[in-house]
């Protein structure tokens, strides 16, 4: 069994009764296949990116499962065939503790980006020296008209 998460859109036009039948459906869909739905959250209804099958919004639905990674085609498969539902998509969940963000060694970024820069890095090393850069291109010391 593995977490997966689904997301799915459910058409505007049904009322609070259908959308609720709606979920009831999706969620017995997945227990059907053996899974558990850990947790429903529902985002309720907003606005789409663009137009799908003549419709401008919907109810969004994520629902956090534990499932037979053999049986999510048959979810998928349920999921394209039914009414309520118009658009899915069915996702591995991250495994726990990988929401936390791996540290980055500070100290070598600014070599790697002397090293990397070229003309950058030196142009850099020469204005600690104090040498005058001014007959460079975007060394400073020029300034900028007024448009």
Request: proline share 3%; net charge negative; no cysteine.
């Amino acid at each position: 069994m593995r977490d997966y998460e689904l997301m799915y859109i459910v058409r505007p036009d049904l009322d609070d009764e259908g959308l609720r039948g709606a979920m009831e459906a999706v969620e017995s869909l997945v227990e059907g296949q053996g899974g558990e739905v850990v947790k429903t959250t529902s985002w309720g209804k907003r606005r789409l990116a663009y137009e799908i099958q003549n419709l401008r919004d919907g109810h969004y639905v994520i629902l956090q499962l534990r499932l037979d990674g053999g049986r999510v085609g048959e979810v998928d498969r349920s999921l394209r065939i039914s009414d309520a539902v118009f658009r899915h998509l069915i996702v591995q969940a991250a495994p726990r503790g990988a929401e936390e963000e791996p540290e980055v060694e500070l100290t070598a970024a600014p070599a790697m980006a002397e090293a990397t820069n070229g003309a950058a890095g030196a142009a850099e090393v020469e204005d600690e020296r104090g040498e005058d850069l001014g007959e460079f291109e975007g060394a400073g010391g020029e300034e900028e008209e007024e448009v």
